[in-house]
């Protein structure tokens, strides 16, 4: 079965950081871009990063310069290393998981990130 599990969101003031971490299981982790995406309280869900299975990193321009996403295949993990936070990234944060060869998608239930004062 397959499952993706987000832990590490919370509060954090503007300029802080955290790190976001997905957990993949029930598949062969190495065959999938892994993805993370965002959505603010009544705003579409929104791409962050991505990271294909051949090593191309996209990044919202949002977050250009302040987000790391990376991955661990050994630990079927995908981390989003988030610095600098605006309040404007609050948001519940998700994992995708997509399959190289005919891009089936997975998501993770989310993990919530809110950033205040």
């Known amino acids: 079965q397959v499952q993706l599990v987000e832990s590490g969101g919370g509060l954090v003031q503007p300029g802080g950081s955290l790190r976001l971490s997905c957990a993949a299981s029930g598949f062969i982790f190495s065959n999938y871009g892994m993805s993370w995406y965002r959505q603010a309280p009544e705003k579409e869900r929104e791409l962050v990063a991505s990271l294909t299975t051949a090593g191309l990193i996209t990044y919202a321009d949002s977050v250009k310069g302040r987000f790391t996403i990376s991955r661990d295949n050994a630990k079927n993990t995908v981390y989003l290393q988030m610095n600098s936070l605006k309040p404007e990234d609050t948001a519940v944060y998700y994992c995708?998981?997509?399959?190289?060869?005919?891009?089936?998608?997975?998501w993770g239930v989310g993990t919530q990130v809110t950033v205040s004062s």
């Open positions: 995708k998981a997509r399959y190289r060869w005919t891009n089936t998608d997975y």
